[in-house]
């Protein structure tokens, strides 16, 4: 037998073979937990809810308050700093309640208020002094000097309110009310809910 030949020159590159099937093999661990985002922006700031017009929990309303009570009779109290009464609602929120016999409002929606009042004292040589109470308490006093004039009286007040709570004009003294023109008024509404 004779001796081994040389080694031939390597051949060409085939081509690629076709792909084999996935393996199965066990899954990995759990990576570790990433670090946390950076914080969005904040978001707009929303509507105050609506208050309960009862003072109890659960009954909420939207509802509003206010009136303009305007005298044009002539008052004399019967005793020092009686109510003074009106005549006419000129304007009314639905559901407000305002007594017109002794001129009280009685408020229903819990809020801080604003009260404005004006009356004119009577030509008699006596003082007149108003003042604007709120649960008998004084608030805001008004005052016109004992001469034989006319003199307006006013006043104004920002307070809050609470469910039952009234407010009047206790006067002392003799009140103008005016044969066709309004001199004597008593105005409130409520500037926002509590």
């Given at each position: 037998m004779g001796l081994n030949?040389?080694?031939?020159?390597?051949?060409?590159?085939?081509?690629?073979?076709?792909?084999?099937?996935?393996?199965?093999?066990?899954?990995?661990?759990?990576?570790?937990?990433g670090l946390p985002g950076i914080n969005g922006l904040r978001g707009e700031k929303g509507e105050h809810g609506a208050t309960g017009h009862t003072g109890k929990a659960g009954e909420c309303s939207?509802?509003?308050?206010?009136?303009?009570?305007?005298?044009?009779?002539?008052?004399?109290?019967?005793?020092?700093?009686?109510?003074?009464?009106?005549?006419?609602?000129?304007?009314?929120?639905?559901?407000?309640?305002?007594n017109l016999n002794n001129g009280t409002f009685t408020c229903y929606v819990p809020g801080i208020y604003v009260f404005m009042f004006s009356a004119q004292?009577?030509?008699?040589?006596?003082?007149?002094?108003?003042?604007?109470?709120?649960n008998s308490d004084g608030l805001a006093t008004g005052w016109a000097p004992d001469v034989a004039k006319y003199h307006q009286v006013s006043g104004s007040t920002v307070v809050p309110m609470s469910y039952g709570d009234q407010v009047y004009?206790?006067?002392?003294?003799?009140?103008?009310?005016?044969?066709?023109?309004?001199?004597?008024?008593?105005?409130g509404f409520m500037l926002y809910e509590i």
């Open positions: 030949g040389l080694i031939g020159e390597p051949g060409a590159k085939g081509d690629h073979g076709l792909k084999g099937e996935q393996g199965v093999g066990l899954q990995g661990r759990k990576g570790f937990r939207t509802r509003r308050s206010a009136f303009t009570a305007m005298s044009k009779t002539n008052f004399s109290p019967t005793s020092s700093w009686d109510p003074l009464p009106f005549e006419e609602l000129l304007f009314s929120e639905e559901g407000v309640d305002f004292k009577t030509t008699h040589e006596s003082q007149l002094f108003v003042q604007l109470r709120k004009l206790a006067v002392h003294g003799h009140v103008y009310g005016g044969t066709y023109k309004y001199y004597t008024y008593f105005n």
